[in-house]
């Protein structure tokens, strides 16, 4: 029998792109609500309860909502807000982020679906202090850029609206207060927040962290390929993976660094770059926001808890 899904707030840019991955799917029944009864919470109610799986692209305080109407004990649940990302009884939905990680997203009734720009530096920064490479305590700085559909419908309108005079790049979140860097503390392990800055690019979405590291102040100071292999040994632990790691390489620039390299996949690819005589050291995430940093992520984790093999779907 088919699984049965609803898409809670499937009009948003993430519920399109769901649904569109989703599109075809024979082992899925999607549920929709009439665009009409999109406010009405008896409508919503109901079909929250008749899913097997609910997917919920809402703002966080409709999506508390959503999960308060389900009165079953069978409906699962995927919330794309941040409402629940560090909230402990919600695995959190990046199944690379450690071995285990996406044996929890399978057996659990809610699944956090992960931030965009958490994912990056989660996954470089993460496997070296498990690795004891780096302690927890050490201060990470966070510099990313995203396209302009990571800030929703009032972004994405701004921007076509601006055309030509739209602002190439934007910084913002200057009060280092972002709403992401919870998420970076817990599951990079780390002691303090980092100092993030994230900006958004004139173009549509794919997005690129950056990570560097002031290795000289270390007792120990590893090589880029000490770096490299760490992350590189966490990955191989990692079943079904979409994320894989470039070669190590002393190299002045490569167009694999274009933000816009893996749109509409739901890959990641990750990059270590050195100066040893200098000990310093540039760790570098490239994937789609709306691909692993939201829509993909979103159905990797829907196949993880329907026990589909993820590389067999329409999840990439």
Not at 270 to 280: G, I, M, S, T, W
């Amino acid at each position: 029998m088919a699984a049965k899904i609803f898409i809670d707030g499937e009009a948003g840019t993430t519920g399109l792109q769901i649904r569109e991955r989703l599109a075809g799917r024979r082992d899925l029944e999607v549920l929709s609500i009439a665009a009409d009864k999109r406010k009405d919470q008896d409508e919503r109610k109901r079909l929250l309860n008749a899913a097997d799986v609910a997917i919920l692209c809402l703002p966080d305080d409709a999506a508390k909502e959503s999960v308060s109407l389900i009165d079953n004990d069978t409906t699962r649940v995927i919330d794309a807000s941040t409402a629940y990302r560090v909230d402990p009884n919600w695995a959190y939905g990046f199944a690379e982020m450690d071995k285990g990680q996406s044996d929890k997203i399978a057996k659990a009734r809610f699944v956090s679906n992960p931030g965009c720009y958490p994912q990056g530096p989660i996954i470089t920064v993460r496997p070296l202090i498990d690795a004891g490479i780096l302690p927890a305590s050490f201060p990470i700085t966070v510099n990313a850029i995203s396209g302009y559909t990571g800030g929703g419908k009032s972004m994405i309108g701004e921007y076509e609206a601006a055309g030509a005079s739209a602002s190439k790049v934007m910084p913002y979140g200057l009060t280092f207060q972002h709403k992401h860097v919870a998420e970076m503390v817990k599951y990079s392990t780390l002691d303090h927040a980092p100092l993030f800055v994230p900006a958004v690019g004139d173009y549509a979405q794919g997005m690129v962290t950056f990570v560097p590291l002031q290795l000289h102040q270390l007792d120990k100071v590893p090589t880029g390929r000490e770096i490299h292999a760490a992350i590189a040994d966490h990955l191989a632990g990692i079943k079904d993976s979409f994320v894989t790691l470039a070669p190590y390489e002393e190299i002045a620039k490569t167009p694999e660094l274009d933000p816009q390299t893996y749109n509409n996949t739901n890959a990641m690819k990750l990059h270590v770059f050195a100066n040893d005589a200098r000990a310093q050291v540039l760790l570098v995430a490239v994937y789609d926001n709306l691909g692993k940093g939201a829509s993909g992520a979103a159905v990797q984790n829907l196949n993880l808890m329907l026990g589909v093999s993820a590389k067999d779907s329409v999840a990439a």
